[in-house]
């Protein structure tokens, strides 16, 4: 008899063997060369990873015993740490931060008290595809069920002039925000549709991708420049590596809008010469960039609403976005200039008032992991303090089904699924 396909090869039995773009010899020797750094890089991070799965990572208990597991990367801190401990100690999850630093998450977990049998800690670097492979193995090896997959982590590189790469040759806030999310959630999806849920659709696995408002052109921080615009995708096709322009669109390399929306190049205006409009906008800025990012955001969206699109019917995995708010304290502008990071605060809490603390918002982004009443799927949520939670619309690019599609289709011959 015949074997069940599993949800990937059911909505796509017709696949090729695994590949990845064809480079001339020359071409592939120059880009091992240029990678070269962010493998070592990447493999001395590991070094931060036990070698032995840790206390709590592994259980013998069956796992329909178990209680729900949320997978979250990115967790040892601001927006994924606040999500991991409001899972944690108010909505009854074991969580799994799937950190690149195993110490640093383990003491922001004991230091904001979450329980020790509540969470465990497991190694992942999203700038290494094999690092994401190796710990899609680990996970599954520790015995424990998956209710939730959060894809939280980000870099964010605004001041940036030149383009950074990740282990695998993509530039680093393409491979890390999108990519290697992009292979996790793949990879996972049938450890989600196997969550031994009671068969509610309110109780079903959820998959959350957390969006910015800044990737959506049709609200005013959208359109603070430079605007997300992933143009047709040709830097992408191109592989956004060494002797490319790093960006999705194929334009001119800005380190702000490669998180954002790969659009070209745009005149920047200087946020504090900004007239009002500017102003307004910034009350909404991103839940983790400042005013100025780019295409990654627009991807993680596009990304959603395509497994939406693909699995849901078929998985009764809910799929979702969020924009949690305006968190201007966030440890992402970290490579901001200072006095942006000093001063952008401050302006969000005193005069636009759209401030929103990282408790607050992760237990927005918790809400959207569990809470019976946010479980349609294909939905981008977003949260207002007159209204509650409200289905955000999205741009007309994040929108565009034929784009979504071809994103997907580039995504999956980048990182070996196709």
């Given at each position: 008899?015949?074997a069940a396909l599993s949800?990937?090869?059911?909505?796509a039995?017709?696949?090729?063997?695994?590949c990845?773009?064809?480079r001339?010899?020359?071409?592939r020797?120059?880009?091992?060369?240029?990678?070269a750094?962010?493998?070592r890089?990447?493999?001395?991070?590991?070094?931060?990873?036990?070698?032995?799965?840790?206390?709590?990572?592994?259980?013998t208990?069956?796992?329909?015993q178990?209680k729900p597991?949320?997978?979250?990367?990115?967790?040892?801190?601001?927006?994924?740490?606040?999500?991991a401990?409001s899972?944690?100690?108010?909505?009854?999850?074991?969580v799994?931060m799937?950190?690149?630093d195993y110490?640093?998450?383990?003491?922001?977990?004991?230091?904001?008290?979450?329980?020790?049998?509540?969470?465990s800690?497991m190694?992942?670097?999203?700038a290494?595809?094999?690092?994401?492979?190796?710990?899609?193995d680990a996970?599954?090896?520790?015995?424990?069920?998956?209710?939730?997959l959060?894809a939280?982590?980000?870099?964010?590189?605004?001041?940036?002039?030149?383009?950074?790469?990740?282990?695998?040759g993509?530039?680093?806030?393409?491979?890390?925000?999108?990519?290697g999310?992009?292979?996790?959630c793949n990879l996972?999806?049938?450890?989600?549709?196997a969550?031994?849920?009671?068969?509610?659709?309110?109780?079903?696995p959820?998959?959350?991708?957390?969006?910015?408002?800044?990737?959506?052109?049709?609200?005013?921080a959208?359109n603070?420049?430079p605007?997300?615009?992933?143009g047709?995708?040709?830097?992408?096709?191109?592989?956004?590596?060494?002797g490319?322009?790093?960006?999705m669109?194929?334009?001119?390399?800005d380190?702000?809008?490669a998180?954002?929306?790969g659009g070209?190049?745009?005149?920047?205006?200087?946020?504090w010469?900004?007239?009002?409009?500017?102003?307004h906008?910034?009350a909404?800025?991103?839940?983790?960039?400042?005013?100025?990012?780019?295409?990654?955001?627009?991807?993680?969206?596009?990304?959603?609403?395509?497994f939406h699109?693909?699995f849901?019917?078929?998985t009764?995995?809910?799929?979702?976005?969020?924009y949690p708010?305006?968190?201007?304290s966030?440890?992402?502008?970290?490579?901001?200039?200072?006095?942006?990071r000093?001063?952008?605060?401050?302006f969000?809490?005193?005069?636009t008032?759209?401030?929103?603390s990282e408790?607050d918002?992760?237990?927005?982004?918790?809400?959207v992991?569990a809470?019976?009443?946010?479980?349609k799927s294909?939905?981008?949520w977003?949260?207002?303090?007159?209204t509650?939670?409200f289905?955000?619309?999205?741009?007309?690019?994040v929108?565009?089904?034929?784009?979504?599609?071809?994103?997907?289709?580039?995504?999956?011959k980048?990182v070996?699924l196709?």
């Open positions: 008899m015949q949800p990937r090869a059911a909505a039995p017709s696949r090729r063997v695994a990845v773009p064809v001339a010899p020359a071409a020797a120059a880009r091992a060369r240029a990678v750094p962010a493998r890089a990447v493999a001395a991070s590991a070094v931060a990873a036990p070698a032995a799965a840790v206390p709590a990572a592994k259980t208990i069956p796992k329909a178990q597991t949320a997978v979250i990367t990115g967790a040892s801190s601001g927006l994924g740490l606040a999500a401990v899972l944690a100690k108010t909505k009854g999850y074991h799994v799937a950190c690149r110490s640093k998450a383990d003491a922001a977990a004991k230091a904001a008290g979450v329980p020790r049998d509540a969470y800690v190694h992942l670097d999203l290494s595809l094999d690092s994401v492979r190796a710990f899609v996970f599954r090896a520790s015995g424990r069920r998956l209710d939730a959060v939280n982590a980000a870099v964010y590189t605004p001041t940036a002039k030149e383009p950074r790469f990740t282990a695998d993509f530039e680093l806030s393409a491979g890390v925000n999108h990519l999310h992009f292979l996790l996972l999806l049938d450890d989600l549709q969550s031994p849920s009671d068969g509610r659709p309110v109780d079903a959820r998959m959350v991708i957390v969006g910015s408002i800044t990737g959506n052109t049709n609200t005013l959208g603070v420049p605007k997300a615009d992933l047709d995708l040709r830097g992408l096709a191109a592989g956004v590596g060494p490319t322009t790093a960006m669109d194929g334009g001119e390399f380190g702000a809008k998180y954002k929306g070209r190049r745009r005149r920047r205006g200087r946020w010469r900004a007239p009002r409009a500017y102003a906008a910034l909404h800025a991103p839940p983790h960039p400042s005013p100025l990012s780019s295409d990654s955001k627009v991807c993680n969206m596009l990304t959603m609403r395509e699109r693909r849901h019917p078929s009764g995995v809910v799929f979702g976005s969020l708010g305006c968190i201007a966030s440890g992402l502008f970290r490579e901001h200039y200072p006095l942006f000093t001063i952008f605060p401050a969000q809490k005193y005069v008032k759209g401030y929103v408790a918002a992760g237990a927005r982004l918790a809400s992991v809470d019976p009443a946010l479980s294909g939905v981008y977003s949260f207002s303090d007159a509650g939670t289905e955000n619309e999205v741009s007309d690019e929108a565009d089904g034929g784009k979504g599609r071809k994103l997907w289709e580039l995504s999956e980048l070996g196709a």
